[in-house]
């Protein structure tokens, strides 16, 4: 009589191991997979964020004018951005369409006809905003930087 335990026996001992180690696995890909898949639909909604707010600067420095149009747009734009961006970012967006609206404001005030010394004041603050708009070009990117960055 033969001792020897048979193949079968080893196999089927390490059968369950071997399905459980294969689940394992197949459970961490599609963890990873659902993880991709949260940062790519993060970073296209932050993308949109990022692109509405270089539309608005393009706007104002192509016209000259802060458009009504263009600064709803992208106040509608960017109203989500407290709870995909950080605090800083989100006060950044706020101070530009500030800084769109005063210039929607004292474009009014020069179609209004001001006179005498109101008028070349309110055309230094309008070039003096605008000044600011285009150097928003640099600064913008540097904020959303961290943001738009895709990692492996």
């Not at 197949?26 to 990022?50: E, G, I, M, P, V």
């Not at 003096?128 to 930087?145: G, H, M, N, P, T």
Request: glycine share 4%; aromatic share 14%; hydrophobic share 40%.
């Amino acid at each position: 009589m033969n001792c020897n335990p048979h193949w079968t026996i080893y196999l089927s001992a390490l059968l369950t191991p071997i399905v459980a180690v294969l689940a394992l696995y197949l459970a961490y890909r599609q963890w990873r997979t659902a993880q991709n898949k949260l940062q790519f639909n993060l970073f296209d909604r932050r993308f949109s964020l990022y692109e509405a707010t270089r539309n608005l600067i393009a706007s104002i420095m192509t016209s000259g004018v802060a458009k009504g149009e263009e600064v709803y747009k992208f106040s509608s734009a960017t109203r989500e951005a407290k709870w995909l961006l950080n605090k800083e970012v989100v006060d950044y967006l706020k101070m530009l369409y500030d800084k769109a609206i005063a210039l929607q404001t004292l474009q009014d005030e020069l179609k209004g006809g001001l006179t005498g010394e109101e008028r070349p004041e309110n055309v230094g603050k309008q070039a003096e905003i605008k000044r600011w708009f285009f150097a928003q070009y640099k600064v913008l990117d540097e904020k959303f930087s961290s943001f738009l960055k895709l990692r492996h």
